[in-house]
């Protein structure tokens, strides 16, 4: 926690809240930045789901990000009490994408065995055309391989960029210059981020 900044008083916050509401960009940037230790305190809670920290706190950015972009300084609300909200709702909803997409069967895994002794596989009971099949098949085992590889292969900066950009684990999608905004960088840095994971996924497809 000690190399994240203290978080802001209630004068602070409400004083950067004005700043940022009057269209002042740095003011965002404070308010993200000195709130991302109230993140690392929620991501700490779900460290035993098996996710890497830095995605997990990557994850809880976004939903500070959200909290201080809807954040409404009217309520009587502090920011932290709401962001804690947006932030526990965004770790919670990746961790449970995650667990979906774990639990998909493979149309090889094994399900029994026949009367003569045979291994039976989910795909010998697929009432479809075999061509349709195949087709399933190939989409599905593509799509985990792309999920394991994004995890695998990309760095936590790429993995967020390609995130947000296609809506992975169900989550909702944005266009460059949305993330751009959210993340307080460019959009053609966003652009750069996006092209060089595609590239690196490429070669597996």
């Known amino acids: 926690m000690k190399s994240f900044p203290q978080p802001l008083t209630a004068a602070e916050e409400r004083y950067y809240m ?40 990557s994850i809880g950015t976004i939903g500070l990000i959200k909290a201080v972009v809807t954040f409404d300084p009217d309520k009587s609300t502090r920011l932290g009490t709401y962001a804690a909200r947006c932030i526990e709702n965004e770790v919670l909803m990746h961790l449970r994408a995650k667990r979906k997409i774990s639990r998909e069967v493979s149309l090889y895994e094994p399900i029994g065995t026949d009367r003569e002794g045979n291994e039976i ?33 990309l760095s936590a900066r790429e993995r967020l960029v390609l995130k947000m950009r296609y809506g992975l684990y169900n989550e909702e999608e ?16 966003v652009s750069r981020i996006e092209k060089s994971a595609i590239e690196k996924l490429r070669e597996y497809f």
């Open 18 to 57: 004005q700043k940022y509401t009057e269209g002042d960009l740095e003011a965002k940037h404070i308010l993200i930045e000195r709130n991302l230790r109230l993140v690392a305190h929620i991501v700490k809670k779900y460290q035993s789901a098996g996710d890497d920290t830095e995605d997990l706190l």
């Open 121 to 153: 596989q989910l795909f010998d009971i697929i009432e479809t055309e075999e061509d349709d099949a195949h087709r399933k098949i190939e989409l599905h085992d593509d799509i985990q391989t792309l999920y394991n590889k994004v995890e695998a292969e």
């Open 174 to 189: 944005y266009t460059q210059r949305e993330i751009a905004a959210l993340l307080g960088i460019s959009r053609s840095y």
